[in-house]
């Protein structure tokens, strides 16, 4: 319920809205409770002074207790919400304007008293609440002196238990419950105002893990709508950084590879063209100064090994400009259904010749009833070629070149196996990198280690790759797949 860092945001508020509501509410009752004794005390500052003065309580110097006894009764019936009290000098209640069996006190602190007598400031003064043990009240109070000396303190509880009961009342009835009303609408705005804000801070942080999330491929990207153990918008900000980096580091790997690559690349072109370009210079400069001296043989030899290398160096551009523009992307393949039986019958029949040369047993394995596969017959024709090629330059002589194709669910596997050496694993990585020809390559190859990554980047087209394993009885094979085009059956028994 709370994976996200809103939801979480907007708990906290709720909590640190209602203490503080809790706080304010608790805070404005204590102040106006303050507020109010100070302003009672301070309004009936003399009450207690001016009832000895005005109901002539000292007569000729002794206290009249039937005036007392009178002014206890008057007051109790005009204003019902203060209490009389007559203190002997120790505090003592001596006696007093309320119901005898309310009263539960005997004696009021004199502290209070004091305090409230030398008190020049405005601040209230709680005494003891003859009526109640537990708390205080605001009060009047003034010496009684009699001829014989100080009797006591005439005692004025200012708000007693009539103003208490009916306050009580009004806090129930309106106070209060307008109190709550107005603190619960204010707390109310503030947690809208709250949310308002923190939706909006929060949509900048679900704002920037969008923005970190273009930069990622599909399989790092942070869900949306985090899960229960996924975090909040901070984790998810967290986890879209971190893949972020990760992709950043990726990529400068990338570009640092990409670099050597070029570097290589480069240097192998500068190195595989030299040679030809050298042997055509070096025999054309010999059948220059030779021209009136060597025999026909002879110059007939030169020819064809500056033939030879020409047309080496044309196949090493040929390859270069094709595998560019197979890389760049400019060479789309054009699909359609082709037999893939006649197809490597073809290819086999033009490769048995270099075969031949080179005394390697060429052939094909294809069943008697194979489907038409969806490809590009000009650049499957292209991956053949170069796979026989690349078997029969690497094999000692004698040996033996096998095409097999073999039906497997909804694609045909495409299989060129050679009797040679099995491939080391460390340089089965390698084998379709630009120009690498290997430790093993033959005087007879006469490319530039451009025909594996051509042939792979032709099948990458095709939505299919190579993959190298070992061949029946030892060797290598180089195996890929087509899709079939359904319901299509080629008879191939004749062949």
């Known amino acids: 319920m709370f994976n996200t860092l ?12 209602a203490l503080v509501g809790a706080v304010f509410g608790s805070f404005s009752w204590y102040v106006g409770k303050q507020h109010a004794d100070l302003v009672v005390q301070t309004f009936n500052r003399d009450l207690a002074a001016n009832l000895i003065l005005e109901r002539k309580l000292i007569d000729n110097g002794e206290l009249n207790e039937a005036t007392l006894k009178e002014t206890f009764d008057e007051y109790m019936a005009i204003n019902p919400s203060i209490e009389i009290y007559l203190l002997n000098n120790a505090g003592q209640i001596v006696s007093h304007s309320a119901p005898p069996e309310k009263v539960v006190r005997t004696s009021v602190s004199l502290i209070p008293i004091r305090e409230f007598l030398e008190n020049q400031e405005y601040k209230p003064v709680v005494g003891d609440d003859p009526r109640n043990r537990e708390r205080g009240k605001a009060f009047s109070v003034a010496p009684v002196n009699i001829n014989s000396g100080m009797f006591g303190y005439l005692y004025v509880v200012l708000r007693g238990e009539a103003y208490d009961n009916v306050a009580r009342t009004l806090e129930q009835q309106y106070l209060v419950k307008l109190g709550f009303q107005v603190l619960t609408m ?9 949310l308002m804000i923190l939706w909006r801070v929060t949509r900048r942080l679900r704002r920037l893990t969008l923005e970190i999330d273009r930069f990622l491929p599909q399989d790092q ?63 054309l400069e010999t059948l220059k100064a030779r021209a009136a001296l060597a025999s026909e043989s002879e110059l007939h030899d030169y020819v064809q090994t500056a033939l030879r290398n020409a047309s080496r160096m044309s196949k090493m551009i040929e390859e270069l400009f094709e595998l560019a523009k197979l890389e760049a992307g400019a060479a789309a393949p054009v699909m359609e259904s082709i037999s893939i039986t006649d197809l490597v019958q073809d290819v086999v029949h033009q490769q048995g010749v270099l075969a031949k040369q080179n005394n390697i047993a060429l052939s ?13 017959t000009g650049m499957i024709h292209r991956v053949l070629e170069n796979l026989i090629t690349n078997a029969i330059n690497h094999l000692e002589r004698a040996g033996e070149v096998v095409v097999c194709l073999e039906r497997q669910a909804d694609y045909i596997n495409v299989s060129v196996w050679d009797s040679g050496k099995c491939i080391p694993q460390s340089e089965v990585t390698r084998l379709f990198d ?38 029946r009885s030892g060797g290598k094979a180089f195996t890929f797949k087509l899709p079939v085009v359904p319901s299509t059956v080629c008879d191939n028994s004749a062949r």
């Not at 204010?186 to 709250?194: D, E, K, N, P, W």
């Not at 093993?440 to 190579?466: F, K, N, P, V, Y």
Request: hydrophobic share 40%.
């Open 434 to 471: 630009r120009f690498y020809q290997g430790d093993e390559r033959d005087e007879r190859e006469m490319g530039a280690g451009l025909g594996l990554s051509i042939a792979q980047q032709i099948l990458t087209l095709h939505d299919t790759s190579i993959k190298v394993g070992d061949g």
């Open 186 to 194: 204010s707390l109310l705005v503030g947690l809208v105002a709250g």
């Open 364 to 376: 094909m394995e294809v069943p008697a009833y194979l489907p038409l596969v969806k490809a590009d």
């Open 6 to 17: 809103y939801s979480k945001l907007a708990l906290a508020l709720t909590i640190v809205l």
């Open 221 to 283: 990207l942070v869900p949306a709508s985090p899960g229960p153990n996924q975090g909040d918008e901070v984790k998810r900000l967290s986890l879209a950084f971190e893949n972020m980096s990760n992709r950043i580091s990726d990529q400068i790997r990338s570009l640092e590879q990409n670099d050597r690559k070029r570097r290589d690349l480069v240097a192998n072109i500068s190195h595989d063209l030299r040679t030809p370009i050298t042997a055509i210079l070096g025999y």
